[in-house]
């Protein structure tokens, strides 16, 4: 899955915040980075709303993300390299200061940059990928995938546009159309394998303490 670099300018407005989060929210969504959303988003408010607070409404402002090794980075750029974000400890009552130690709070670093032209304040989340261009699923899905790419031409797909996983996902319907015959070809009840397959799934991704209903089981 390719996660190529993204940026978005935009003036600093509060009305531009909600509008921002879904951005982010789709980006993700197509990433497969679907655990990070929550915390994306908190992120991306509290930066800009930094900017919007202390270098001030209508500033000209970039969102940028990117993956950093396995890790969600999240910048935004403004052009005042003189107000810099600090950590307040803010105190429960306290109405501000506490933007900067709740990104410090959810994100495993962040950190400022000044360039010439302008500063750059950035987060970094820590993701379950284990590669840059990796799937969330482990060898399941990489297992998957290598059966996929040996379907010819109809291999998986390099970008996560919907167009692109909605042929693979006809590519993955062959490969079990395709296995169900090998089954029964070799005198195998395929329907049994496929509920067998199918309550193996769900084992596999029902949350932790979870009861799974196994067929015969009701009592």
Known sequence: MSRKPWDLAFAAEPEEVAALRRVMRLHLDLWGLHEAIGTAQLCV?????NV????????????????????LRIEVHDPDTRALPTLLDAGADSEGGRGMALVDAVTDRW??????????????????LTSPNGHIGGADVTRAEAILSL?????PPRTSSPLSVAAAEEVAIDVIADLLHWLRAHG??????LDRAQMHFEAETAPAGAACAWPGSER
Do not use: F
Not at 58 to 64: D, E, I
Not at 188 to 193: G, L, T, V
């Open 188 to 193: 195998r009840d395929a329907d049994d394998a």
């Open 151 to 155: 379907y010819g031409a109809a291999t």
């Open 52 to 71: 919007i607070t202390h270098v001030g409404p209508g500033t000209p402002t970039t969102l940028a993300v990117s993956m950093n090794g396995t890790h």
């Open 45 to 49: 408010s509290e930066l800009v709303s």
């Open 111 to 128: 950190g400022v940059q000044l360039r010439e032209d302008r500063k750059v304040t950035w987060c970094e989340l820590a993701t379950d």
